[in-house]
């Protein structure tokens, strides 16, 4: 099933040049743009200054900046290990046809970029449902154009989207 799944969605690659490069802005570069956004959006969403407390306004965006931190930087320490001793290859090292988009290295299980968007999106949620939902989408786009540009399996995109939900879970339990 893993890789029938992949095929379908890899298939769709190496049919036009500007939907390849579309594909590896969101699969490469688009985590950089969701972790800037996520950081404007937590650092412009509360009034400080126009609130009657700004005190515990400040503290509010204290833990939200927080919680979004430590959950994405647990995930990509925690795929990084999950990595190293799970060893799944990437898609192009068992289909010699596979040519993926762009050169990626390492072990594929579980894809970091994946695990750190989804751990800040539910960080978000935890902060604010509609943002969350929003962000929980561009894990998801950056997770699909992965599959797509060849570097990773489906199961390597669920197990980061579990892995950052997980984690984003327990700190804001912890917290």
């Not at 970091?112 to 969350?132: E, P, R």
């Amino acid at each position: 099933m893993n890789q029938i799944i992949f095929n379908f969605f890899y298939n769709l690659t190496h049919q036009s040049a500007f939907f390849d490069k579309i594909i590896v802005f969101f699969a490469a570069d688009f985590i950089y743009i969701v972790i800037i956004l996520a950081f404007l959006f937590l650092l412009f969403h509360h009034k400080i200054f126009l609130s009657q407390n700004p005190v515990k306004e400040l503290m509010e965006k204290w833990r939200e900046f927080f919680l979004v931190c430590v959950s994405g930087g647990l995930a990509w320490g925690l795929a990084k290990i999950l990595k190293i001793l799970i060893h799944t290859q990437r898609p192009f090292d068992i289909f010699p046809q596979v040519q993926s988009l762009f050169v990626e290295t390492g072990y594929a299980f579980p894809s970091g970029h994946t695990a750190v968007a989804s751990a800040v999106a539910f960080a978000l949620f935890f902060t604010n449902k509609k943002v969350g939902y929003v962000f929980m989408f561009f894990a998801l786009l950056i997770g699909f154009a992965r599959i797509i540009a060849g570097v990773h399996f489906p199961i390597d995109i669920l197990g980061g989207f579990i892995l950052g939900a997980l984690i984003a879970y327990f700190v804001k339990r912890s917290s």
